[in-house]
């Protein structure tokens, strides 16, 4: 991620995103098009209306209803007393683990990045908060680039290419059904995740 934002220039090797190298691009282009969706999510002591706005404070409220609504966040936020107004953090709400993931979201799409980065974005969820992430995931990368860093393989299961990384190098790659075809470290991993799942 670091290295995508251009917080440190790569030693070896280079980034490039439609064949431009990312050296020759600025910080703030890199900034502008593409948004993050962490594994914990820092939200403000303010409205969340506030923490979604906060990716463009440009946009309306509309902008962010819209925005909610594809993070499948809307229905829960309407029906909160105060709404949109409702104030998150040490004195307001508390919300779970799997809400504070989907606010992430729609503050990534009200962005309207080229790229969305998920970096480890299920990864401290239950499997029913896990499952909504997933569906709100595949709902926003249809019309963008997405890259999802995870451990656990069913939040990547559906990507169109998955890169398998072990001690700094990529060992395997493809989709999900050839990884488990060749029976390789994604193979062994799965199988020791749907273990521990049942």
């Known amino acids: 991620g670091r290295l995508l934002f251009r917080f440190y220039n790569s030693n070896k090797g280079i980034i490039s995103i439609d064949g431009q190298n990312i050296i020759n691009c600025t910080q703030f282009s890199l900034h502008e098009n593409i948004a993050v969706v962490p594994q914990d999510t820092v ?9 979604i706005q906060y990716a463009d404070n440009n946009s309306s409220k509309e902008d962010v209803i819209k925005a909610a609504t594809l993070a499948n966040i809307h ?3 309407d029906s909160l007393p105060q709404k949109y107004n409702t104030v998150v953090g ?3 709400l508390k919300l779970s683990g799997g809400e504070k ?4 979201i729609a503050r990534a799409v009200l962005k309207k990045p080229k790229i969305i980065l ?3 974005a299920t990864s401290s969820l239950d499997s029913k908060s896990e499952s909504k992430i997933l569906s709100s995931m595949n709902t926003i990368s249809k019309n963008i680039t997405s890259l999802v860093i995870a451990h656990r393989l069913s939040t990547i299961r559906d990507a169109h290419h998955i ?3 072990n001690n700094g190098s990529i060992i395997e790659s493809g989709n999900h ?7 390789g470290l994604y ?3 799965r199988n020791l995740q749907k273990e521990t799942i049942e």
């Open 163 to 165: 890169y398998v990384i």
């Open 187 to 189: 193979s062994q991993m």
């Open 177 to 183: 059904n050839h990884l488990l075809s060749i029976k």
């Open 90 to 92: 040490e004195r307001g």
């Open 43 to 51: 939200l403000f002591n303010e409205s969340i209306l506030f923490n």
């Open 101 to 104: 993931q989907r606010i992430a």
């Open 75 to 77: 229905h829960f936020i």
């Open 118 to 120: 998920f970096d480890e």
